[in-house]
Every structure is written in structure tokens, then in C-alpha cells.
């Protein structure tokens, strides 16, 4: 059983990335996913979660707007399209699997949880 993050990077302010969470060993489908970031000094927060099936979408705040959550159910894949990014972006990203399958942002109601993918944003 395994999450797979990538897609980070540096990227200058105004500009996008486009993050993806591929699972292995069990069908992404059946949990919630959400994408949570975690910037130096600070607690992981959640940025973005997907209920099951692609029901419901949840944004924090501070990306609503800018972020966008995805499924692929055919790639057992969820994506985070980031537009518009901010230096306050910058964090690692983790994508975590929750078999409650609801949009919270509480990170010990998540199973699985991919390795964190840099991405920072500055000029």
C-alpha cells in the first residue's frame, strides 16, 4: 500500500503547478484524499480534500479560488492544480487517504499518507 506524490517545484509567483497523488496497492476511489502542506516553523494544514468519488471539495481559505482537486478513477490518481501561486505557498505538500471518506482536515482521521513533495514559490 502506497501514495506517490510529485510534481512540485520552484515556481514564480503567478505562476501554476500541477501536483499528483497516485496510489498503489489499493483503490483511491474508495477513501477520501486530501492534499495538506506543511511550511517550516508551522503545523500541516489541510489545503484541499476530495470525498469519496469525487462527491464534495473542500478548500482552505487561503486557496480557494487558485486550487483545484481532481480524480482520475481510470490512473487510481488525485491531482491539486495550483494557479496564481504565492510565496505563502511554499510548503511540502503530502496527499493523504482516509477510508472515512469525508472532507476532514483532521490528519489523524488519514490511513495512508505519500512522502511530500516540495514546492516553493519566490522570484
Known amino acids: 500500500v502506497q501514495l506517490q506524490a510529485s510534481g512540485g517545484g520552484w515556481v514564480q509567483p503567478g505562476g501554476s503547478l500541477r501536483l499528483s497523488c497516485a496510489a498503489s496497492?489499493?483503490?483511491?476511489?474508495?477513501?477520501?484524499v486530501g492534499w495538506f502542506r506543511q511550511a517550516p516553523g508551522k503545523a500541516r494544514e489541510g489545503v484541499s480534500i476530495t470525498s469519496i468519488r469525487e462527491g464534495r471539495a473542500y478548500y482552505a481559505d487561503s486557496v480557494k479560488g487558485r486550487f483545484t482537486i481532481s480524480r482520475d478513477i481510470a490512473k487510481n490518481s488525485v491531482y491539486l492544480q495550483m494557479n496564481s501561486l504565492k510565496p505563502e505557498d511554499t510548503a511540502v505538500y503530502y496527499c493523504?487517504?482516509?477510508?472515512?471518506?469525508?472532507?476532514?482536515?483532521?490528519?489523524?482521521?488519514?490511513?495512508?499518507w505519500g512522502q511530500g513533495t516540495q514546492v516553493t514559490v519566490s522570484s
Open positions: 493523504a487517504a482516509s477510508y472515512l471518506g469525508g472532507l476532514s482536515v483532521a490528519t489523524d482521521e488519514y490511513n495512508y
Open positions: 496497492g489499493f483503490t483511491l476511489a474508495d477513501y477520501a
